[in-house]
């Protein structure tokens, strides 16, 4: 079993940046692929980041690339978003969630099997 809990979440302005960390339970994080997914509401959640459990490579949605980077810390069990230059369609619930299987690709959200309680963002116009 694998609890994660998001925080770093608040209220932006546009343009601004804010970092969401993702602290894990267990003893495997560094074998579990990692990801963020969002959900605004009435919309599905949808990707956002991944990383790879072995050699941290990363993917980014289409939305956020060249503005967020995903990041890991397996020492500290935790994984990061850092996200700049903040939209207000960036608005949403922001999830982590854990893939200790890597049997589905990164992007969808049946390929993780843990998921953290989520935490709000807010970016201001």
């Known amino acids: 079993q694998v609890q994660l809990v998001e925080s770093g979440g608040g209220l932006v302005q546009a343009g601004g940046s804010l970092r969401l960390s993702c602290a894990a339970s267990?003893?495997?994080?560094?074998?579990?692929?990692m990801g963020w997914f969002r959900q605004a509401p009435g919309e599905e959640r949808r990707f956002v980041a991944a990383i790879s459990a072995s050699v941290g490579r990363t993917y980014y949605g289409d939305s956020v690339k060249g503005r967020f980077t995903i990041s890991r810390d397996n020492a500290m069990n935790t994984v990061y978003l850092h996200m700049n230059s903040l939209k207000p369609e960036d608005t949403a619930v922001y999830y982590c969630?854990?893939?200790?299987?890597?049997?589905?690709?990164?992007?969808?959200?049946?390929?993780?099997?843990?998921w953290g309680q989520g935490t709000q963002v807010t970016v201001s116009s």
């Open positions: 267990g003893r495997s994080f560094s074998a579990y692929r």
């Open positions: 969630a854990a893939d200790p299987w890597s049997r589905s690709s990164y992007h969808l959200p049946r390929a993780y099997g843990f």
